[in-house]
Antibody, heavy 118, light 106 residues
Framework: QVQLQESGPGLVKASQTLSLTCTVS??????????WGWVRQHPGKGLEWLGY???????YYSPSLKSRLIISRDTSKNQFSLRLSSVTAADTAVYYC??????????WGQGTLVTVSS | DIQMTQSPSTLSASVGDRVTITCRAS??????LAWYQQKPGKAPKLLVY???NLESGVPSRFSGGGSGTEFTLTISGLQPDDFATYFC????????FGGGTRVEIK
């Protein structure tokens, strides 16, 4: 069974860069026909896809965040990461990492709340 | 951008009821639609993919239907564990989610 766990600071200052890491167990991020990526949920609101990385390393981003978002990976640690630059209060959300198959999220991390402070 | 609109936003029902949630896409998405269930403080759980395919392990009282721009998720015989929020997600063009439907106890 694949398991994912987000980690990173819970508080980020406005204008700085939000960085999160997702550690995967029970499956390799560099094999299989899967994408590994991020979804966020603003407090009390709906879900927003941010982007993902194919097992081959190709990345795909939401058009609305493309200019601020980088998804990368460390295959030796079986981890992938998110970096979102120039954050504002609008980036305050619960961030989930997940494994995507055929563009649906099969497995989710438990989520981590990131608050952007001024 | 493809917008996904769910209705109703809140649904009050009793155990044993048959409930239907609707999701409408701003343009045709074929059958590229998924449904998720989310409970408070938890990550969403995949229920249905490609409009009508039940994910492994999901009870058969859940069913999905529709194509093009209108889709439904039906729960036949609501169980106590089903009180939750449900989201649709299109994956025809990028990925976008609906605003959610909260199913609450009547």
């Amino acid at each position: 069974q694949v398991q994912l766990q987000e980690s990173g600071p819970g508080l980020v200052k406005a204008s700085q860069t939000l960085s999160l890491t997702c550690t995967v167990s029970g499956g390799s991020i560099s094999s299989g026909d899967y994408y590994w990526g991020w979804v966020r949920q603003h407090p009390g609101k709906g879900l927003e896809w941010l982007g993902y990385m194919y097992y081959s390393g190709s990345t795909y981003y939401s058009p609305s965040l493309k200019s601020r978002l980088i998804i990368s990976r460390d295959t030796s640690k079986n981890q992938f990461s998110l970096r979102l630059s120039s954050v504002t209060a609008a980036d305050t959300a619960v961030y989930y990492c997940g494994r995507f198959k055929n563009n649906v999220v099969e497995f989710w991390g438990q989520g981590t709340l990131v608050t952007v402070s001024s | 951008d493809i917008q996904m609109t769910q209705s109703p936003s809140t649904l009050s029902a009793s155990v044993g009821d048959r409930v239907t949630i609707t999701c409408r896409a701003s343009q045709s998405i074929g059958s590229w639609l998924a449904w998720y269930q989310q409970k408070p403080g938890k990550a969403p759980k995949l229920l249905v993919y490609k409009a009508s395919n039940l994910e492994s392990g999901v009870p058969s009282r859940f069913s999905g239907g529709g194509s093009g721009t209108e889709f439904t998720l039906t729960i036949s015989g609501l169980q106590p564990d089903d009180f939750a929020t449900y989201f649709c997600q299109q994956y025809n063009t990028y990925l976008t989610f609906g605003g959610g439907t909260r199913v609450e106890i009547k």
